[in-house]
């Protein structure tokens, strides 16, 4: 593969084909459905592909040529078949498909280890993002008005745009995530959108977006095939991905800190405010606002949790804002903090109203491992001497083993009991397919007073065991916890 130079010339050629391309996307989707389409836009990218690799590919039999043949076929299915499922799955398929293609045509690596793939991939990834703003920076400076600016505050606009490319999927999957989690935050959020319906009604609006959001992606691709190389990356390199610029990290913290701090002074004001805010939102029960949004929330954790190794890891060290960096990676432990507190308190209450369960006493463990991970990413973040993957595992060891120790029936049938006394109101059910750890508590519940249906229950069912601990078993069988139940099940009487 060929290393070639491009200049300023071909650069903005390529930025005005595609926009151009972005217009014919346009054109040939823009609310309507996708037939014939599909296959004349295949054919404008592969015009577009042709032009700025054509000094880098050359004929061979192997895949990358063998993949037209599959491509073109699915593309055509559009205007010939309508089977939905098919063209389902032609439409997620395709584009793949043609990414493995023009990156089997341009790179002739050889592909021999996970590790060099993943490590090409990153640096494609980064170099596209690096890219893909330059498309308008390129057609602007066609009019000239680019040269007012210096080459310094021309890099800080471009890595604030990548920033800003890189954040908005991230915001779309965060928000969506924390507005099914809280519905107050959901309504705070559509207020706050309320004014770009304004904006949305105007018909070329989306269409501009939309065409710029092809443009971008289009230009950032085919740039890097233009250069014909991943830059850092070559067979012989051993390493990890280039470091990311601290501007791009530094606008991606920003924008997800805004949102996050928005959703923990909802936090403060309702869910740790107490029962009379909460009744306060119209048809809205206490009860119904605390059991949403604890899956959400834990998913949200996990992609704060790789936003921060990103930032540790993945940023390129620069003096002015280094600091910067960690103060707004901080940020994002003490929001993600309040988010599993919230998280916390939601499972609960949720607890409280239907219940413990092994399901929900794990998923308070995985909140208190979540937590230490994120204070030992804090310390990582001021202490660069601390092994982080190391200190992962010692830690997730330690509670995996803990958890072993600390008899999770027990507190399960002790809770539940607890909450019976309160509410009058226990799954005698799903206490009988606990293990023998549970026996000793249970017993508590089947003496304890008068015999409604549910201690009738929970006796009957230890009668049961009674007998079906009668029988011997060979010493080698033994076990603590059986020998226990049985010793405690033969003191009560029949």
Not at 101 to 123: A, D, H, K, P
Not at 298 to 307: A, D, F, G, K, W
Not at 342 to 352: D, G, I, P, V, W
Request: glycine letters at 4%; hydrophobic letters at 50%.
């Amino acid at each position: 593969m060929k290393h070639t130079n491009t200049t300023a010339r071909e650069i903005r050629l390529l930025a005005v084909l595609a926009l151009i391309a972005g217009l014919v996307f346009d054109y040939l989707f823009y609310r309507k459905a996708i037939g014939v389409s599909y296959l004349l836009f295949l054919i404008v990218f592969y015009c577009l592909f042709w032009s700025a690799s054509r000094r880098q590919i050359s004929f061979q039999i192997d895949l990358g040529w063998f993949l037209f043949i599959p491509i073109f076929l699915l593309s055509a299915a559009f205007a010939i078949h309508s089977n939905p499922v098919l063209l389902i799955l032609n439409f997620i398929l395709i584009p793949p498909l043609l990414f493995l293609q023009t990156m089997l045509l341009v790179y002739r690596y050889e592909w021999s280890s996970i590790r060099f793939i993943t490590r090409f991939l990153g640096g494609l990834l980064r170099q596209i993002f690096d890219n893909a703003p330059k498309v308008f920076l390129e057609v602007i400076a066609l009019a000239k008005i680019a040269d007012k600016i210096t080459p310094e505050k021309h890099k800080i606009l471009k890595n604030i745009l990548i920033g800003l490319i890189i954040s908005t999927p991230l915001l779309v999957i965060v928000i969506a995530l924390l507005a099914a989690a809280d519905t107050v935050f959901q309504n705070l959020i559509a207020n706050i959108l309320k004014p770009l319906e304004l904006i949305g009604s105007i018909p070329f609006a989306q269409r501009a977006a939309t065409i710029g959001i092809i443009a971008m992606l289009l230009f950032g691709y085919l740039a890097v095939v233009l250069q014909g190389r991943v830059e850092g990356v070559s067979e012989s390199v051993k390493g990890d991905i280039g470091p990311w610029d601290a501007i791009i990290v530094s606008t991606v913290l920003v924008m997800v800190n805004v949102v996050y701090i928005l959703f923990c002074v909802i936090q403060f004001t309702y869910l740790f405010g107490g029962e009379e805010n909460i009744r306060s939102i119209p048809d809205y029960t206490y009860a119904e606002y605390a059991r949403r949004g604890f899956f959400e929330l834990i998913l949200v954790t996990v992609i704060n949790l790789s936003i921060l190794l990103i930032g540790l890891y993945f940023t390129k060290s620069d003096g002015r804002l280094d600091r910067v960096v960690r103060g707004l990676c901080c940020l994002l432990v003490l929001c993600t903090v309040i988010m599993l507190c919230s998280a916390h308190l939601r499972l609960k209450l949720y607890e409280e109203a239907y219940g413990y369960t092994y399901a929900r006493i794990f998923a308070h463990t995985f909140i208190g491992f979540l937590f230490i991970l994120f204070i030992l990413t804090l310390y990582k973040l001021w202490r660069k001497e601390l092994p982080l993957v190391k200190a992962f595992a010692v830690a997730a060891l330690l509670i995996y083993t803990t958890l072993n120790y600390v008899n999770v029936d027990a507190i399960i049938v002790r809770s539940n009991i607890d909450r019976y006394f309160k509410t009058g109101k226990i799954d005698h059910d799903y206490l009988q397919e606990l293990s023998y750890d549970a026996i000793p508590e249970l017993t508590h519940l089947s003496i304890a007073g008068d015999g409604d249906m549910a201690r009738k229950e929970i006796a009957a069912f230890l009668r049961d065991k009674q007998a079906e601990l009668r029988s011997e078993s060979p010493w080698q069988s033994y076990n603590l916890s059986k020998a226990r139940a049985k010793r405690i099940l033969s003191q009560i009487p029949r």
